[in-house]
């Protein structure tokens, strides 16, 4: 029986590149994004933070399909800037878009994932084990990402659903420019366009994309699977140090 994957921000990215790999494996795939699109599999328009939408789209593919294996979260988007500049509406957005709807898609899918034993994949970060200054909403947001992660793993254990927070490190995507700097302050200016130079010399989507579909395959998936090397010492590192010499190297490096 042909699989069914749901991926949010499907269309650019991480979310497309995961879309098109489950489709190369043979899966049945629905996109969701705020912009209209056309290719290789069927897109609805809407945003994540539609929550009626969102569940209507949810009954029509299991009406259409019969079932629902796997949802990717990965819709979500960035700010950055010194905190003092940061608007409380940017602030409001970015916990809703990453964080609020998110879960939100989870509560309303975990009925259909019962069903079949399914997979939540969530994608994180590793600036949400390692904060990254001016970027603090966007690191919170993905520290609860993970966090929620794996309560949410606890909670649907007893029904064989998996749960894995995916952490990516610097990859190199859309992202980088779509995201968002407020403020005049130089110092963060210099900072942010040092993460987005990182970012642009990043891992491709694809190398995320492998990762995705890894955990929606294996049988025990892990709770937290981080993408790369670098971000792999990086979080071991964050584990045996001191936090206050984390956060005094993430100062030297992005301060």
């Known amino acids: 029986m042909e699989k069914v994957a749901v991926i949010t921000g499907a269309t650019s990215g991480i979310g497309l590149a995961t879309a098109r790999l489950f489709l190369k494996k043979g899966y049945k795939v629905y996109g969701i994004a705020r912009k209209p699109f056309e290719g290789e599999f069927f897109c609805y328009s809407a945003d994540v933070t539609d929550y009626t939408a969102i569940e209507k789209i949810f009954e029509e593919i299991h009406e259409k399909e019969g079932h629902i294996d796997v949802l990717v979260n990965n819709a979500g988007f960035g700010i950055a800037g010194a905190i003092e500049e940061a608007s409380p509406e940017r ?9 609020t709807a998110l879960c939100v898609l989870c509560s309303k899918i975990v009925p259909y994932l019962k069903e079949t ?36 793993a606890n909670e649907l254990k007893p029904y064989r659903v998996r749960v894995t927070a995916i952490l990516p490190g610097d990859t190199k995507t859309g992202f980088t420019s779509a995201r968002v700097c407020e403020g005049e302050n130089e110092t963060a200016k210099k900072s942010v366009a040092k993460m987005a130079r990182d970012e642009q010399h990043g891992k491709p989507p694809e190398s995320v994309a492998k990762l995705v579909y890894r955990a929606a395959k294996q049988k025990h998936p892990p709770l937290r699977k981080t993408v790369g090397f670098v971000s792999k010492a990086e979080i071991f590192l964050s584990r045996l140090l ?6 005094f190297l993430i100062r030297k490096i992005y301060g």
Not at 91 to 99: D, F, H, M, R
Not at 242 to 247: G, H, S
């Open 117 to 152: 034993r399914g997979r939540i994949i969530n994608i994180s970060s590793v600036g949400g084990i390692m904060p990254l200054p001016y970027q603090a909403m966007y690191s919170a947001t993905k520290a609860g990402v993970e966090v929620f992660s794996r309560a949410l």
């Open 91 to 99: 602030i409001a957005q970015i916990v809703e878009v990453n964080l």
């Open 242 to 247: 001191p936090v206050r010499f984390v956060n």
